[in-house]
C-alpha cells in the first residue's frame, strides 16, 4: 500500500464503476504523482489501467512539496470524490490533525467537508488523549495566525427591577462625556481658526486658465453637540457655501477668460459644489471620482468617494482624445481632507506648460501658484491634516 493512499479502499460496486468507466472513456483525472514517482492520488486508477494491461495514463507531477504536504493534497482530492460515511470521515479529519495539529478546526472542515464542529469534537478527543498537543494558536485557511480560542465579549446585565436606574446613569455618564468633549473641540477650533486667519495671502495677482480648489466646506449636521466630533472645522477653518461662492471676486478674479476649473466637492455638498462653480463662472462639463477604499459617515450612506467637479468657461480646450483618464480613481485616504496626488499629476499632464494655481492648497507643488490656509511650503508634513 502507497505511503499516500491514506483513505478506505474503494467498495466493490465503487471500483466496478470506476473501471467501466475507464474502459469507456479512459483516464479521465490525471494521476498525481511526486518527483519521486510516488502516486500521490490515483491509486485505484493505476491499478485499475494495470489490470487491464495498459501502459500509460495521464500524469502530472507535484513538485516542491512536504511530506505533511503531499498527505494533506491526497486527503484533499480523495475527500471531495468519495462517499465516506461519518465514521470513515472522523478517520480522515483525525489523521489530518496527527499531521497537522496547528491548523484551525474550519481549515480542516473546508478540506474534509464536514462541520467545524465535526473537527473540533475529533480535536478533543485526540487532545484528551494525548496524541496531539494544544495549540493556544491555529493557523487559519488563509494563512492568518489566530487564537485557538477567542475571549467571549460579556456585558453587565442588570436585574429587571434596576434596568431603569442603571440607564439613568448610563445616560449621565454619556452626557458628561459629551460635553467634555464638545469644550475641548470648540476650543480646538477656535486655536486652528486663529492660526489659520494670517496665513491665507490676499488677492491674487494674476489670472489663471487652470484652476484647482478644494474648498472648506461647512457641513451641516444634526447636533452641534455631538455631530461635529469628526468635522473639518478640527483640523482648518471652514466657510460657508455663499462665502466660497463670492470668493474668486474677492480675491481679483483667479480665472482666465478661458480657463479650466476642477473643483473637489463632497457627497452631502454636491449640489453646493454646482453652485459654487457656476458663481465662479464656469460651466459643468464633467466629474472625475476619488474611491476612498474606506467607508466614512453619512445619513443615507456611508461615503466612500468624493468627487471633482469639472467646468470650463470660455473657449477652454478639452484634453486631446485618448489622453482622458479613466473617470474613476481608487487610494485608500489618508490625512483629513488630504486629497491623492495623482489627480494634480492628471492636471499637469493634462495641461502642460501654461499657468495653474491651487486654491486652498495643502502642500504646494512644483510649477503651481498656491492659495489658502496651509500654502506655506516650510509647514512640515505632519501638520497638514
Known amino acids: 500500500m502507497s505511503k499516500y493512499q491514506l483513505l478506505p479502499p474503494l467498495s466493490a460496486d465503487e471500483y466496478q464503476a470506476l473501471e467501466r468507466s475507464i474502459i469507456e472513456h479512459g483516464v479521465l483525472v490525471p494521476v498525481e504523482y511526486d518527483e519521486a514517482g510516488e502516486i500521490i492520488d490515483g491509486h485505484n486508477r493505476v491499478a485499475i489501467c494495470e489490470s487491464l494491461g495498459l501502459v500509460d495514463w495521464p500524469r502530472f507531477v507535484r513538485k516542491g512539496l512536504s511530506e505533511i504536504d503531499k498527505r494533506k493534497l491526497a486527503r484533499e482530492l480523495n475527500v471531495s470524490r468519495r462517499h465516506l460515511s461519518t465514521a470513515q470521515k472522523q478517520a480522515v479529519i483525525a489523521d489530518q490533525l496527527r499531521d497537522t495539529p496547528s491548523i484551525s478546526s474550519r481549515a480542516i472542515a473546508a478540506m474534509v467537508g464536514v462541520d467545524h464542529k465535526t473537527v473540533a469534537s475529533v480535536r478533543r478527543k485526540l487532545v484528551d488523549g494525548g496524541e496531539i498537543p494544544h495549540h493556544e494558536v491555529v493557523e487559519g485557511k488563509d494563512g492568518i495566525v489566530q487564537p485557538a480560542r477567542k475571549p467571549i465579549k460579556t456585558a453587565f446585565v442588570p436585574d429587571q427591577p434596576n434596568v431603569g436606574e442603571y440607564m439613568k446613569g448610563a445616560k449621565v455618564i454619556r452626557a458628561e462625556k459629551q460635553k467634555v468633549s464638545h469644550s475641548v473641540r470648540l476650543a480646538h477650533m477656535d486655536m486652528v481658526a486663529e492660526r489659520g486667519q494670517p496665513t491665507a495671502p490676499g488677492k491674487v495677482e494674476r489670472l489663471y486658465p487652470v484652476v484647482y480648489a478644494d474648498p472648506p466646506w461647512r457641513f451641516g449636521v444634526r447636533s452641534e453637540v455631538t455631530g461635529r466630533e469628526k468635522s473639518a472645522e478640527n483640523h482648518y477653518p471652514t466657510m460657508p457655501t455663499e462665502k466660497i461662492a463670492g470668493l474668486l471676486a474677492e480675491l481679483g478674479g483667479v480665472a482666465a477668460k478661458d480657463a479650466v476649473l476642477f473643483l473637489w466637492a463632497t457627497n452631502p455638498m454636491l449640489l453646493d459644489g454646482l453652485r459654487v462653480l457656476q458663481a465662479w463662472g464656469f460651466t459643468y462639463v464633467h466629474h472625475w471620482i476619488w474611491d476612498k477604499q474606506v467607508a466614512g459617515t453619512g445619513y443615507w450612506g456611508r461615503d466612500q468617494h468624493e468627487i471633482l467637479l469639472i467646468g470650463k468657461r470660455g473657449d477652454a480646450v ?7 483618464p479613466a473617470t474613476v480613481y481608487s487610494e485608500r485616504k489618508g490625512a483629513h481632507s488630504a486629497k491623492p496626488a495623482r489627480f494634480a499629476e492628471q492636471i ?19 510649477g503651481w501658484d498656491v492659495w489658502g490656509f496651509e500654502a506655506r511650503s516650510d509647514q512640515p508634513e505632519e501638520q497638514l491634516s
Open 348 to 366: 499637469e499632464r493634462l495641461y502642460p506648460g501654461i499657468a495653474k494655481i491651487e486654491l486652498f492648497c495643502r502642500k504646494p507643488r512644483p
Open 318 to 324: 478639452a484634453p486631446l482624445p485618448g489622453s482622458q
